[in-house]
């Protein structure tokens, strides 16, 4: 099986099944959106999020004199009732701090020994049973709240990018970035009984399109998984159509048509050409909230936000400051890529997770991203927490607390 060598980038999971998205919406209580993005690109629209957000809460991750407290590049970051786990670069592993940002341990180092991690991309925990779940290519790994490792299983042979619980035991699953279509392992998405070591309840595998490009040099690439207020939103910079999974369905939620020429359509698709410079327009991932979805996408190399808002259907649009490329040399994340803070006038709002039982929404901003900002001449009447912060030390997570 042949690999491509790929430069990691965060990537919102969703799907699409027909570039055309011409796929019929099953029934579900969401209708199918259609939203034409060449529309918008020319808009330069005022977008806010205030009706939606009660309070802000900063928690600074506290860096002490134990090397392993220091969080590296930030894979992926959990909020539970008293913890905060951070899933970082292979030189600092999964990390555990207290719900005020107190470092506690590091809870599991890379590695291929047992209990180690192999290539991990995403995690969640499962509250009730105080577990943390580590979804790796291969295998997943279980850790304890108390930091104990627990167990390792391996899925049946499926190499997947990212794994989130969906109730009734059962977890939705997306195949890994940058592998081909036809390699062994590749599945689409699915949902999975017993935690993922368990039955196929309904898998979705039909993504690859020779006439684009040759399924043996086409596979995912910039998929996102994210929880919704129903389901799990699953996108892909493969495809136009961005899908909604639950427990037992997967159905199209939104055709976000791009309407592309044949160069970037086919460089959409291919691995050869991995980091998508010659795609004219891509989505790059989406946020939810309670009462809207934000779409961040590139338009001829520069960073957009766009905001649905589910009630009404409104459709807002607007360009940032920046060139997307230059936003991932300085933040893994992209957190300085959001939406504009009226509230605080603190960090940009890009949260990475939405926790609806806890109204809360969660960010982590790297250090070095607040020194970018302020050194550009923002962040000045940002609250003080944020102009005390260097750039060398441990990132700070934010917590929305959303109205609904």
């Known amino acids: 099986m042949k690999f491509y060598k790929i430069k990691m980038y965060p990537i919102l999971i969703l799907s699409i099944i027909s570039i055309g998205c011409n796929e019929k919406a099953e029934t579900t209580k969401n209708k199918l959106v259609s939203i034409d993005v060449r529309a918008y690109v020319n808009s330069n629209d005022a977008i806010s999020i205030k009706n939606e957000i009660e309070r802000i809460e900063y928690i600074p991750l506290e860096l002490t004199d134990d090397n392993s407290s220091m969080v590296g590049k930030i894979m992926d ?82 190499m997947s990018f990212y794994s989130y619980p969906i109730g009734e035991g059962r977890v939705v699953e997306t195949s890994s970035e940058g592998i081909p279509f036809e390699a062994k392992g590749h599945f689409g998405i699915g949902i999975f009984s017993n935690m993922g070591k368990g039955d196929t309840i309904m898998m979705k595998n039909n993504f690859s399109n020779d006439k684009i490009s040759p399924s ?117 994340w992209m957190t300085m890529w959001g939406i504009n803070n009226d509230i605080d006038h603190g960090l940009p709002i890009a949260p990475l997770h939405w926790y609806k039982n806890k109204k809360i929404s969660i960010q982590c901003t790297p250090a070095s991203t607040i020194d970018y900002l302020r050194d550009k001449g923002m962040l000045k009447t940002a609250p003080d927490i944020l102009k005390k912060i260097n750039g060398d030390e441990n990132p700070i997570v934010i917590l929305y607390h959303l109205k609904c």
Do not use: H
Not at 118 to 142: C, H, N, R, W
Not at 266 to 287: G, M, Q, R, V
Not at 309 to 326: E, R
């Open 216 to 332: 043996k040099e086409s596979g995912f690439k910039l998929t996102r998984c994210i929880p919704s207020d129903s389901g799990v939103l699953f996108s892909t910079m493969t495809n136009d159509t961005i899908y909604r999974l639950t427990k037992d369905t997967i159905t199209p939620a939104f055709c976000w048509q791009r309407n592309l020429n044949e160069e970037s359509l086919k460089s959409s698709y291919s691995l050869l050409n991995f980091i998508p410079t010659n795609t004219e327009l891509f989505l790059y991932d989406i946020i939810e909230f309670p009462e809207s979805i934000c779409f961040r996408y590139v338009y001829k190399e520069k960073s957009y936000i766009m905001l649905y808002d589910k009630q009404s259907g409104k459709i807002l649009s607007t360009p940032t400051p920046y060139k997307w490329n230059d936003i991932s040399n300085v933040d893994f």
């Open 77 to 158: 970051v959990i909020l539970t009732k008293d913890y905060i786990f951070v899933l970082s670069d292979p030189t600092c592993g999964v990390l555990q701090f207290d719900i005020k940002g107190n470092f506690i341990r590091q809870v599991a180092k890379y590695g291929q020994g047992p209990g180690e991690l192999l290539f991990p991309i995403s995690m969640y925990s499962v509250e009730e049973d105080s577990k943390l779940y580590i979804t790796g290519a291969y295998q997943t790994t279980i850790y304890n709240f108390d930091g104990k490792f627990e167990e390792a299983f391996d899925r049946g042979g499926r």
